[in-house]
């Protein structure tokens, strides 16, 4: 391959730029403004809302299992190119800065070695892009020959509900083909931008990583002076730091990029706010008490406490209770199984409360340790990074209000608009529901307040782990910063020593912490991950096999994708806890401890020492609550899922 005159690392992403100005996703000034600007409205209408609506609408409507289980693939890739295209429309400023950040690196190949090894990059890149588009060739000339083998049935290749009636006429037919094929068109542009791009960039990032150790080994080898060493070593030091910026840019891609003129005092006002991370459990103490959990209550306690046992006796026992003694005891199949689905669900809900309401007093030791951490948030890097906490947080209760809302939403809207008089759930009552309208209305009413009350508990219950992880994960992280700042601030060394002291007492407050809410969260979430895997595999037999009307079949829809919903972020910021403290070691020794003294030298190997300890998060002792815990879910639940077809 011919060697390139100029290194210049931002051509690998030329045809990415092209893909994307294509697609009408660059907002940079391009030839034509108006004109590329109504373009990009037609095409982003298109390919963001119009396809992938369509085809969510023709799998809602589908008429059968068939139907049903052809469309599923199409309109799971339709709705995952629109999310991914959406977020890389919002971060294509972050793109340009990593192609900055690469051509300052590009601006240190001199040598003919590293220009022969830049060179080689090409292969690596050209090899992923023409496998992609090798990819996207096939997998378009597959779908081309299926049109063809439709056009003799006059049919689309695939469901989708069109604005017009597509049948009425040959122009209106050969119009529904010629959109079909250009959404598919762009759905697989989109696909080959989207995706080669990371591929393409972390192979010019390792490459150039291997570029810089090339030159750090020729460090005092190539016969110059020590100080031109001194500043290659500098330079190599700064090309390090660059090659770790690009990691940083990849982590603003996953959060909330502020461009609006607001941002300033929007940020300004969230630092203003007074760090307080126990004003994220309010919901939690209200809810403990709401539901009946709190008995440590003083105001009004003669009222509460028969109030807290009604509710108990009522909801607690009562409702799980009066769902499992219909079990199988129904007319169908389908209701048996809704029945076993919902029973399953409210016993782990009650029992998981029953847990946590015996484990009040640690959830106060918790946030007195949480208090202590809170005191010691105060430089403004600091203030800045608990304001993302608090937005994170806050992301985390959005999710599960979102799940709990539509599903709660979905349910009653299946109920309301059944054709037969029945009731929410299937379920026994002491009394015939059936015998009067009386009768009717009170079960449905119990039924009705009582899911209400259960749903607000599981709230309770999932919310708990997540918010205090991300806390706790936050805090770890500002400890990693003020350790280390230490010895930059130019105080004198004996207030270092003093502030290492606070830190390493912030470190014990932080494994404090995570042991406190391993003791908390540990069964209650071993009961969460069986539940879920349960009844991801119930929602989908459910939804495939024994649903007939649409309102039933959008609730268990809504049901099944709530469930993963329901583990994910604890799983998350479970494996975000073994991250970070395992970091910790490492940022103790980013501060300036060369210039300290012997016992701050000695004080900090015995933070190091500490933060060595493995630090790992269990479910009832035995299951990891990690990423891989969650996709492990999953899979038991597809594999009890099969089990079941095949028995079928």
Known sequence: MKRPSVVDSRQFFRTHWRMWLLLGCVREPVRYQLLYRLYRSVVNALIILFYPGTVLIALYNS????????????????????????????????????????????????????????????????????????????????????????LENRDLGFAMELPFDWRASTAAYVGAVALELLLLACDLVQSLANDSFPAVALCVLTNHTRLLGARLSRIGHTGKDAQANIRELQQCIIDHQRLYSYY????????????????????????????????????????????????????????????????????????????????????????NIKNLAVCVTCIACSLKFLIYTRKLRIMREIEQTFAELDARVSSEEELKYFALMRTSVRNVVAVFVC???????TAELAFLLSKERSLLYPAWFPFDWRASTRNFYVANVYQIVGICYQIFQNFIDDTFPPITCCLLSGHIKLLGIRVSRIGYDGVHLADNERELVRCIKDQKNLYKLFDLLQEVMSW?????????????CVAMVVMLFYVDTPFERLYYLVYFISMPLQIFPICYYGSSLQFLFGQLQYEVFRCNWPDQTRHFKKQMILFTERALKTTTALAGGMVKIHLDTFFATVKGAYSLFAVIMKVK
């Not at 909330?256 to 006002?269: H, K």
């Not at 799940?403 to 939403?409: S, T």
């Not at 209650?524 to 991801?536: D, E, G, S, W």
Request: aromatic share 12%.
């Open 63 to 150: 008429g059968n299992v068939n139907d049903l289980l052809q469309t599923l693939p199409i309109c799971a890739a339709a709705l995952a190119c629109s999310a991914k295209y959406i977020s890389y429309y919002r971060r294509l400023n972050l793109v340009r800065q990593v192609e900055q950040i690469f051509n300052a690196l590009d601006e240190q190949i001199v040598l003919e070695e590293d220009r022969a090894f830049f060179a080689g990059i090409h292969r690596g890149t050209n090899l992923i892009l023409n496998t992609l588009r090798g990819i996207c060739v096939f997998l378009f000339a597959i779908t081309v020959m299926a049109f063809a083998d439709s």
């Open 248 to 335: 940083k840019y990849e982590r603003k891609r996953l959060k909330i990029v502020l461009t609006s003129s607001c941002v300033p005092l929007t940020s300004e006002l969230a630092m203003s706010q007074p760090v307080n991370s126990n004003a994220f459990f309010k919901i939690h103490w209200l809810g403990f008490r709401i539901c009946g959990g709190d008995l440590t209550v003083c105001k009004y306690r003669l009222v509460y406490l028969p109030y807290a046992l009604m509710v108990t006796a009522l909801v607690t026992f009562c409702y799980p209770l009066h769902l499992a003694l219909a079990l199988f005891r129904n007319g169908s199949l389908a209701g």
């Open 403 to 409: 799940a709990y809302a539509a599903v709660g939403v």
């Open 524 to 536: 209650p979430m071993f009961i969460q991950f069986t539940v879920t895997a349960f009844n991801i």
